[in-house]
């Protein structure tokens, strides 16, 4: 005979507590499709929001960087991967919205390095609010 497992520790108030912050966060980590992605551009005080490696970070904070208008605009609603590897705000250098996601598998060893230190930086400044996937 095994013995009755002991529910009193799982429901105990800081389990309980446990429970709601981790649910909290799944439920706020949501996926983007890079059409998705596309409506978070700033315009009509819409959030900004840009894709660094396949993780979405809400750059709403920094209007004069990303909003309509700004210098770094071209990243905003998009995977600025390419761009922040090859230290290029050219538009033509991001995969169009409607294309499947970037693998990024063809950059060389520096540009890698770069786009790996522009993700420790967003990482750093921003909110991490989703993950890239691909379109439906
Ligand atoms: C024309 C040459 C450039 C100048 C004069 C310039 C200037 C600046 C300045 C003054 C800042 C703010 C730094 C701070 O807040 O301490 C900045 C941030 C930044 N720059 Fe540039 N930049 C240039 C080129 C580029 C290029 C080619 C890229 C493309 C990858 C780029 C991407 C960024 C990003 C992503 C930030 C961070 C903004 C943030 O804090 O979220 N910059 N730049």
């Known amino acids: 005979m095994t013995d009755k497992m002991d529910l009193g520790n799982l429901t105990s108030p800081l389990?309980?507590?446990?429970?709601?912050?981790?649910g909290y966060v799944v439920i706020e980590l949501r996926d983007f499709t890079p059409k998705e992605l596309a409506e978070f551009n700033g315009i009509d005080g819409k959030p900004i929001y840009l894709a660094v490696c396949g993780k979405v970070f809400d750059v709403s904070s920094k209007p004069d960087f990303y909003g309509p208008g700004s210098m770094y605009e071209n990243f905003s609603g998009r995977d600025a991967s390419r761009g922040l590897a090859k230290n290029s705000f050219d538009?033509?250098?991001?995969?169009?919205?409607?294309?499947?996601i970037d693998k990024l598998d063809n950059l060389a060893a520096e540009?890698?390095?770069?786009?790996?230190?522009?993700?420790?930086f967003f990482s750093g400044?921003?909110?991490?609010?989703?993950?890239?996937?691909?379109n439906k």
Not at 15 to 22: E, F, P, Q, T
Not at 111 to 120: G, P, T
Not at 125 to 134: A, F
Request: aromatic content about 8%; proline content about 5%; glycine content about 2%.
């Open 15 to 22: 389990n309980l507590a446990l429970i709601l912050v981790i």
């Open 91 to 100: 538009p033509s250098v991001l995969t169009d919205v409607d294309l499947p």
């Open 111 to 120: 540009e890698k390095n770069s786009l790996e230190e522009w993700f420790q």
């Open 125 to 134: 400044k921003y909110t991490c609010i989703g993950q890239l996937v691909e």
